[in-house]
């Protein structure tokens, strides 16, 4: 299968950084992508950084959204995964991915199971954890084992996504660094959250794409034009790491982007692998599942 | 925590063997080691290469076993982790981890809850699956999640461990290639073994140490001294390939051996880490316990 990796900064407005969504998708699917995956709340900026009654109006436009999106992935003959901002009713607000058809016709959402809240990371202030569970998402291309960003710690969500017989992992992310950690510490964060993706290929045999956010972003967005002019803008913000990677079913590296420049990649996913490495590695064979009850607990004490 | 890893070559007999495997743990403990930790069943050659019920012998020594080895955790002062081949009674054997207190008595043991079965590693004749779950042991060098190489595929072993309050996974393991492989295959296996235990350390916020066999053992044992005069005998066998680690509690590797070199390593862990990284991290704090109960699913049709 063809896949198209999309990732660009913020560029300012709405407006602005959907065009720039919308050329980077027309750009890989012109170049083969079948199945194109966009960075998490790639609408705007990331507006979690601060706690504010009046982002939730960015989520007015949801059934919008949902009309738009389905015509580019009409338009562009391509299953297509978002990840936009769902107004469920007044005060009930999900991080949602939406996944169309080539026909632009939604074939499912996935709501945000797991939720973080770091500071400049405020996600349960805005977002509801969903209630649809671990389902993945049947489309002309394969079943989608849809996740989203802080999802991606957890052995238990990818474990999900592969009983149900998910054929691949997606996750649309938005994760960053602090100007101000040290370099060491940094690189530590990246190769951990590298890591950690890389085991749920290895553990489920299937291959896990993430696409993340690029750019920095400053927690008082009205500074972003301000930040953009210089190379080390003094304001407290998020500098998105990129890296952006797709591991395939025995967990190798097929491939990771850098992170600093906007991402147009078509990556080409072996999707029968996961027969051979399953076969080779039959760890479903021999889970104890009898054993793991205390999987639902929070911890044991 | 000054850990100490000791693996090495089968030495042509039960005997050399155990005398190769005291000379290491010597030298890690007068280099301060207070827990040391050996590879997977260490007495002996790797027998599993075979179903051959005259293996079943090697048990035999079980009830001695246990007394000799915590004769040398006393000696050497250590907390000292060894992989035993347990008879149990008649027809009933486990692969079965045994910890000793630096006073030499056994504080716990853990049987091998996955059991692998492939071409060369038929361990399911040998071994059956433990009957004790996933139970950290209490030593005075701490909390330890010991597990058991097949276990170490496996997030759920892991986890359960972790939630059990292990302040560290530790794995002895017998690990290595077919010599037939292409190199690339060789080392797409490897490192997804390293990924999926670096893995484990990231989602749970704990130290991992994996201590693997060494060199090659022909499946028919009895050709072992010819093949050591050859460095690329002919003969069927397993090239265990080393590269024992240690991964820090934020998946920052701390240590990694090579493929080849006996390993007699002492490796300081920062046991108090653990606590930094699971506040900045706290991923235990947002698991969805309530949405993982098909986890003791084997499948979900």
Known sequence: MQVGLVAHKFMGNKEKTIQKTLDLIEKVAKNGAQLVILQELHQNYYFCQNESVECFDLANSWEDDKVFWGKVAKKFGIVLVTSLFEK????L??????????DGKIVGIYRKMHIPDDPQFYEKFYFT???LGFEPIDTSVGRLGVLVCWDQWYPEAARLMALKGAEILIYPTAIGWFDGDEKDEKSRQLEAWVAVQRGHSVANGIPVIAVNRIGFEPQNISEFEKCKKTKNPKENGI???????????QGEQIFRANDTDELAQVVTIDMQRCENVRRWWPFLRDRRIEAYENLTKRFID
């Open 129 to 131: 954890p969903g209630d």
């Open 239 to 249: 500098r998105f790491w990129g890296n952006s990677f797709v591991f395939g079913s």
């Open 93 to 102: 607000y999900h991080n949602t991915a939406v996944v169309f058809e080539k």
């Open 88 to 91: 469920r009713t007044a005060g």
